[in-house]
């Protein structure tokens, strides 16, 4: 049993696979409508569905998006993106006011995230990938800071040139911290008062169940894993579109939450994303994925 990690690699190496192999492959995301070349992609995953045992998909919207273009039901399987949840968990209070006085964070700043990769390439990243949602978070932050609340961009991962660009272009503090290994990014979470996930497709991201495992309140675009995982004003705020009015229609609900109903929503989003802890990411692999293709 063959399993490739995303389904471009699935692409890259199949040709090189000995036939007597069974394969699995993920499917994060994608669809025809993000551009010419993805469309050619896909075009050929369809073609080589036939030669794959299963296929993973971790959100509900990717999997039905899979079915509607006919992938057979019985080759697919979802299985929540795993996040580990002893690593990232919520700190106490002692514990964040002493990460936001080591990076330096003003007391009464609005610390918002973002952590990823949402440039072109591996340089700058001065020029967007717009497909995250880079120019979104940009104008909720100026937006924020014109309503007179003191934000302060908290970034992580490579390329967030453009990014940094636009927040320092309107005069909105920024912290980029580049970290070298995922318990100096469980500090950052623990820094931050919200998370936004701007972006116009994702197939998790893992920023959003970091978050919600941080108990970090998360407003998110329709995308990926947050259907699944967010209860607008439950366990965060979902917005019903890509943009950053909606967006900020969301941010403006949960800034306007009392000292105890957010406590309410962090505690049940953490809750919520325990679906997705890796002791029941892996068993899942295990009992619905591999046990049964060496059964077979």
């Known amino acids: ?54 296929i993973i998909t ?64 591996w340089g700058e990243g001065l020029s967007p990938k717009l497909i995250k949602g880079p120019d979104i978070y940009i104008e909720v932050m100026v937006r924020l800071k014109s309503l007179g609340i003191p934000v302060l961009g908290f970034l992580t991962g490579p ?34 008062d919200l998370y936004l996930v701007t972006s116009r497709e994702e197939g998790g991201p893992m920023g959003l169940m970091e978050s919600m495992a941080s108990a970090v309140p998360v407003i998110s675009t329709p995308v990926g894993m947050a259907p699944d995982l967010i209860v607008d004003g439950v366990t965060g705020g979902l917005s019903e579109e890509c943009s950053a009015d909606a967006i900020m229609e969301k941010v403006g609900v949960v800034l306007g939450l009392s000292s105890s109903a957010l406590q309410r929503l962090r505690t049940k989003a953490r809750s919520a994303v325990k679906i997705a802890d890796w002791s029941i990411v892996g068993s899942d692999h295990w009992l619905k994925v591999y046990r049964p293709l060496l059964q077979l």
Not at 162 to 178: C, T
Request: proline fraction near 7%; aromatic fraction near 10%; charged fraction near 25%.
């Open 159 to 192: 390329a967030r040139g453009y990014v940094k660009e636009g927040l320092a272009r309107h005069g909105i503090p920024f912290i980029h911290k580049y970290v070298p290994n995922q318990s100096d990014l469980a500090s950052c979470y623990h820094a931050l």
């Open 58 to 121: 971790g959100a509900g919207m990717i999997e039905r998006r899979l079915l509607d273009w006919g992938v057979p039901e019985e080759k697919l399987v979802r299985i929540p993106i795993g996040v580990d949840t002893r690593t990232f968990s919520p700190p106490d209070e002692q514990r964040r006011a002493s990460l936001r006085q080591q990076f330096d964070i003003p007391q009464h700043a609005i610390v918002v995230g973002s952590f990823q990769k949402d440039g072109e390439g």
């Open 1 to 54: 049993i063959v399993h490739f990690g995303s389904q471009y690699m699935w692409l890259t190496w199949r040709q090189h696979m000995s036939r007597s192999n069974r394969y699995v492959t993920s499917f994060f995301h994608g669809k025809p409508e993000d551009g010419p070349t993805v469309a050619r992609h896909i075009d050929q995953f369809m073609l080589s569905v036939p030669a794959l045992e299963k």
